[in-house]
């Protein structure tokens, strides 16, 4: 027994050095074994998780009835996007109007009424992008009127409250007066701006509105000229002495007709302008006629009573430079710009400048002949101001002297050639 117990410490003895040898290589393998099992086994495993039969499903109240919408929405659009599906290929009006429909109930942004007319502007977009941002166009024009809307109540509703509290104050022989003065006061003024159009009309100096570009312009940037002339000819009307107001080569039927007899409405029949599809140049001599435009190299140096002046009704976001230049050189006219950089200090931006500021400019030359007046209308943030009229005057006596001198010299030559 004793030689046994010997031989079984010394084994054990013998077999831990090799065990410590080797427990590094072991414990690393099985490291990596395990490692790759826990790595593999969700990509691997197929099998689906089988819930408990024992633990009841608890759900909310408020996320049934988020599902039951869901669901319903879904079916609603489902059936939309079907119908709209068979009808796409007969009715395209109907399709579009599904399209939007289908659009609504998934909560973008689209208007709650659409016009006929910008149907046809949403059906000529092929792409669905740009239908997208057409609707949102509308969507924010639809939300600023109804905005504008609420603001114009609101100011009617103030404006009544004090003319009642200021009738309330005023005893009843200043209510009479004052509501007999007040009542023949809108009418008067419109007469007397009726009888100077009348007489603008007859004896008034012309001013051309070109409207040959509507094919030039987006339907955005024709609804921004339309309001330009809008402004223009309301004006002209409250001047002193306005201009008889030409709109040529106006198209029936045609983008700015249709915009102008929307926004006109009944009016438009009763304005004190001359409107005609004809060219002016059909209308007017070549030879009195001056065109205003932005790319032109002829300064403007004075305002010409006795010439007539075309301005071409194109509203550019695009920047299309010379398109007017190129119309007015195409029919042999004169073309002028006017002197921005000679009276102001030129900042920012492009030298066109929209139609209203131009009729208000050419107003103020025809009444005043003052360049310092008249170029008050040019929009402060694109100038920093008027140059140095002392400047201007050195640089323009220096010119004098320089013409008078070189004048003086070539006669001296002329007298010493003739002795000669």
Not at 220 to 239: F, T
Not at 258 to 279: F, I, P, Q
Not at 378 to 392: E, L
């Amino acid at each position: 027994m004793p030689a046994l117990l010997k031989m079984s410490v010394s084994l054990i003895l013998v077999r831990r050095p090799f065990a410590r040898f080797f427990m590094p290589f072991t414990l690393q393998r099985k490291r990596r074994d395990l490692y790759s099992i826990l790595l593999h086994r969700p990509m691997t495993s197929k099998i689906p998780a089988v819930s408990s039969p024992n633990k009841e499903k608890t759900s909310s109240p408020e996320e049934l009835e988020l599902d039951a919408w869901k669901t319903t929405m879904k079916s609603s659009v489902q059936g939309v996007a079907a119908v709209s599906s068979s009808t796409d290929a007969k009715d395209p009006v109907a399709a579009t109007k599904e399209l939007i429909e289908v659009w609504r109930l998934l909560g973008k942004e689209v208007p709650e009424h659409i016009s006929e007319e910008d149907l046809k502007i949403l059906i000529e977009n092929t792409s669905k992008t740009s239908k997208k941002k057409y609707l949102k166009y509308l969507y924010i024009k639809e939300k600023l009127k109804k905005a504008r809307q609420v603001k114009k109540e609101m100011k009617a509703a103030a404006r009544e409250e004090a003319k009642q509290e200021k009738l309330l104050e005023t005893p009843e022989e200043d209510k009479q007066r004052g509501f007999l003065f007040l009542r023949l006061w809108d009418r008067s003024i419109n007469n007397a701006m009726g009888w100077k159009g009348a007489q603008a009309m007859q004896f008034g100096q012309p001013l051309v509105f070109d409207m040959a570009y509507d094919n030039y312009m987006k339907p955005k940037e024709l609804q921004n000229a339309v309001s330009q002339l809008l402004e223009s000819e309301g004006c002209n009307r409250r001047d002193v002495d306005p201009f008889h107001l030409y709109f040529c080569n106006l198209k029936t039927d045609s983008n700015y007709q249709r915009e102008l007899v929307k926004r006109y409405k009944e009016k438009w029949d009763k304005l004190l302008l001359t409107t005609t599809d004809k060219s002016y140049v059909d209308l007017f001599p070549k030879g009195n006629i001056i065109y205003l435009t932005a790319d032109s190299p002829n300064v403007m140096t004075t305002f010409k009573h006795d010439k007539i002046y075309i301005i071409g009704s194109f509203v550019d976001k695009n920047v299309q430079p010379g398109t007017s230049l190129a119309n007015a050189k195409r029919l042999k006219l004169a073309t002028e710009c006017l002197p921005l950089d000679k009276y102001l200090q030129w900042e920012t931006g492009t030298k066109n400048l929209t139609l209203d500021q131009m009729m208000r400019i050419l107003l103020c030359l025809k009444n005043m002949g003052s360049w310092e007046e008249a170029l008050k209308f040019v929009p402060r943030r694109k100038h920093t101001g008027y140059v140095d009229i002392s400047q201007h005057s050195e640089e323009f006596s220096n010119q004098l002297k320089n013409s008078k001198t070189n004048h003086l010299f070539s006669k001296a030559l002329n007298v010493r050639t003739r002795r000669r």
